[in-house]
């Protein structure tokens, strides 16, 4: 009796507790990024306490958001993943380029997905070699096409002779777009300026100092947290033109520009999704989560671009555990299956209207071979005297023809070294 | 005058005013080690608190307003009112006094005579408890700082440089009243420790605590003092680099330009935090510009210590340190 008494507590102690659909937020509250951190981990964390309260969980079953803190550091990053994979995470948004490098072999030998959405490594688009990773609806490469292709659109399709500066966090974050942009490079005929800024770039006189002296006809940017700020401060005060200053979605957030105040005014950002509280989610939200007291923060940051696109993390997050169940017919999916049903996500106007988001992202489908979606993105700009974004194109598509090859020969590079043989 | 030529004489005198910011920052940390002997860690989180304290005295917040609002059930954030500049920063000099006493109260007075590296990790938990207060307190935002500085590019220097050389220098207006400050600051500072009973006192204690006690000083009250000091030197820091950044965080990362100045310059001089700041920021701009381009840039946060380690080499009492004697 007693041996049986042992062997059913050590097998309920090993099993995981599964009365809940798990979603670790490896969130940042503290530190120097913490200002950007913040909305991020409370766009997540409320939108799944929607689903809660309005919906009980998804698909019948609660949700369960363990929140821990990383700091924006990629080994605390790491020890967050430890600590909470045992508990039945379905996915990991680790929001950090680097936490995601560290992740992907730990992940994939666990068998539980990741979804960098906009960030991490580019060439995980490659279902076929990336197996648990997911970077859709865009990713970085897509980004600095698009960037060129809207500098392509002002200037009536030719650029060949222009220089274009990239400034970049000194980080794997930040060196992502450089290839890509060197490659576009050769295709348009301009002229790629890099300059890197180290960590954290509270101080960039050189570089702004360097941009002033080489006038370089467009400005595009890669930065996080300070960075941004001070970057936005010192072109101000050269007076670079803000109209030809563009930021990765990274870089344009309401806390990057108003700082500046109307140093600011015009200066241009990427996005994968849209901005503002206009959308009939939020009157639930609203309802639902922050009158009731239940809200991450304190709820003023709901509506603001880095909470978008937290909320937008969570809302992707359930849709593909939804399409998880629906393919399982488990309601109280596994990892396995919620990478399943991350790979046969499809996101269409008609469902995210549905969703009361009509028209806040662009569709976009995944596929094994396609981890990436459609790497659609626009372009919006800030207007310092309203305060506010606005949308200048809709979403438009990245160069494929140039970034197709790349995400091949980095992803090939990667399983080379790791061993692993592409398969779909 | 070649465009190179130019270029470098622009970007050594934005090293210069760069200098001037680190000197800032560094300036506190040798006020208290000069005073007490101990390194403190907290001085960039000092210079945070003292910006968050300062915006949001500006702004009217109501502090603690997360926490109050979470146990009473309130929903209040702001007084309704905007406090003048000059008068918020009076007012956050009140709370940086109040945090001295708190601070040689609480942590320092029980910490007497022991070992300095005992009260070097004193610091990096004051450190790490203040990051931890300011956040709850004014929240972890970033706030908007203007206190009236004038920022951007100078028009009288790019004008008459144009007209000289054909290329107009870019200085930023808030860099130069950095300077000015600095420059008062500092004449105060010296004025203060020559001329007036305290300052005596208080120089009298960095020379040898003992004897300043035999004749009679309060060691606690110059501790409490100096703390002050460095708290008025941390909130001047905070306003120049929060002006340019916003106040947010990353604030206190500001130390970390500090320590090469304070590894040149001597961790007891005041005029080698001056020097050793302006070594560095004209050091690590100009090798930025020279040599930055043909190594992948973003050479400044390493390149600073390199000077400051070979400075250390040759002198480690650094430029105007007190001479290490060890007798047998």
């Known amino acids: 009796m007693k041996l049986l008494s042992m062997t059913v507590a050590a097998v309920m102690a090993a099993s995981p507790v599964m009365a809940d659909l798990v979603f670790p937020s490896l969130s940042y509250r503290t530190g120097p990024y913490a200002a950007n951190g913040i909305p991020f981990a409370d766009g997540y964390e409320d939108y799944f306490t929607l689903l809660n309260e309005r919906d009980g969980g998804i698909g019948g079953v609660p949700v369960r958001v363990i929140e821990c803190e990383t700091g924006y550091n990629a080994e605390k990053g790491i020890e967050c993943y430890e600590a909470t994979k045992g508990e039945g995470a379905l996915v990991y948004q680790p929001l950090s380029t680097a936490t995601t490098y560290q992740m992907i072999p730990k992940a994939t030998a666990d068998g539980i997905p990741v979804h960098s959405m906009g960030y991490g490594r580019t060439s995980a688009k490659n279902g076929a070699v990336f197996s648990n990773i997911f970077n859709y609806p865009a990713n970085y490469w897509d980004g600095a096409s698009h960037a060129i292709n809207h500098i392509l659109d002002v200037n009536g399709g030719d650029i060949s002779g222009k220089k274009i500066a990239l400034v970049y966090h000194n980080s794997a974050y930040g060196k992502e777009p450089i290839r890509t942009l060197e490659e576009l490079s050769k295709k348009h005929g301009y002229e790629l300026m890099p300059v890197a800024v180290d960590h954290p770039g509270q101080e960039q006189k050189s570089q702004w100092l360097q941009i002033r002296q080489q006038r370089p006809d467009y400005v595009l940017m890669w930065g996080w947290g300070v960075m941004n700020q001070v970057a936005i401060q010192e072109a101000a005060n050269i007076r670079y033109n803000m109209e030809n200053f563009i930021g990765i979605w990274w870089s344009g957030s309401e806390n990057d520009v108003l700082p500046a105040g109307a140093g600011a005014d015009g200066y241009k950002a990427l996005t994968f999704h849209n901005i503002g509280r206009d959308y009939p989610l939020y009157d639930d939200l609203q309802k639902y989560v922050v009158d009731a007291g239940k809200a991450a923060g304190a709820g003023d940051q709901v509506g603001t671009v880095l909470y978008n696109r937290g909320m937008y993390a969570a809302m992707l997050a359930a849709e593909a555990a939804k399409t998880a169940q629906e393919l399982s017919g488990n309601a109280d999916i596994t990892p396995a299956e919620m990478r399943a049903g991350m790979e046969a996500l499809e996101m269409t106007e008609a469902k995210m209207a549905a969703l009361g988001l009509p028209n806040f992202g662009p569709e976009f489908k995944v596929s094994c071979e396609n981890h990436g979606g459609n790497g659609l993105g626009a372009v919006k700009q800030w207007d310092a005297s309203a305060g506010e974004w606005s949308l200048i194109t809709g979403y438009e598509a990245s160069d494929q023809d140039v970034i197709g090859p790349l995400v091949e020969e980095d992803s090939a590079a990667f399983a080379a070294e790791s061993g692993i043989t592409p398969s779909c | ?328």
């Open chain 2, 1 to 328: 005058m070649p465009d190179q030529l130019l270029f470098a004489m622009e970007v050594t005198l934005n090293g210069l005013m760069a200098g001037v910011l680190y000197a800032l920052v560094a300036l506190g940390f040798v006020l208290i080690f000069k005073a007490s002997g101990i390194f403190n860690y907290a001085q960039g989180v000092m210079a945070l608190f003292a910006a968050l304290t300062l915006v949001g005295i500006m702004d009217g917040q109501v502090p603690f307003a997360h926490l109050i609002n979470a146990v009473f059930g309130t929903d209040i954030h702001h007084f309704g009112w905007h406090v003048p500049a000059l008068l918020a920063i009076f007012l956050t000099m009140v709370v940086m006094v109040a945090l001295a006493w708190a601070v040689q109260r609480f942590i320092f007075r029980h910490l007497v005579n022991q070992e300095p590296i005992l009260l070097f990790m004193a610091t990096i938990g004051l450190a790490f408890v203040m990051e931890g207060v300011g956040d709850i307190m004014w929240g972890a935002d970033i706030k908007k700082l203007d206190v009236g500085l004038p920022q951007g590019i100078n028009e009288w220097i790019d004008i008459t440089t144009f007209e000289a050389f054909g290329y107009g220098f870019f200085i930023d207006n808030l860099d130069i009243s950095a300077t000015i400050v600095a420059i008062i600051l500092v004449a105060a500072l010296i004025a203060f420790s020559q001329y007036t009973k305290q300052g005596r006192a208080l120089r009298a204690v960095a020379d040898d605590h003992q004897a300043a006690l035999s004749v009679g000083i309060s060691l606690n009250f110059i501790w409490i003092l100096v703390w002050s000091i460095a708290g008025f030197v941390a909130l001047v820091a905070g306003i120049m680099w929060g002006a340019k950044s916003g106040v947010q965080f990353s604030l206190s990362l500001i130390a970390l330009k500090a320590l090469p100045v304070l590894m040149l310059g001597g961790f007891t001089s005041i005029p080698g935090a001056i020097i050793g700041g302006l070594i560095i920021g004209v050091g690590e701009k100009l090798f930025e510009f020279l040599i930055g381009p043909m190594v992948g840039g973003a050479t400044e946060n390493w390149f600073a210590y390199v000077l400051a380690l070979l400075f250390l080499v040759f002198r480690p009492q650094g430029l105007f340190g007190e001479k290490i004697i060890e007798r047998v």
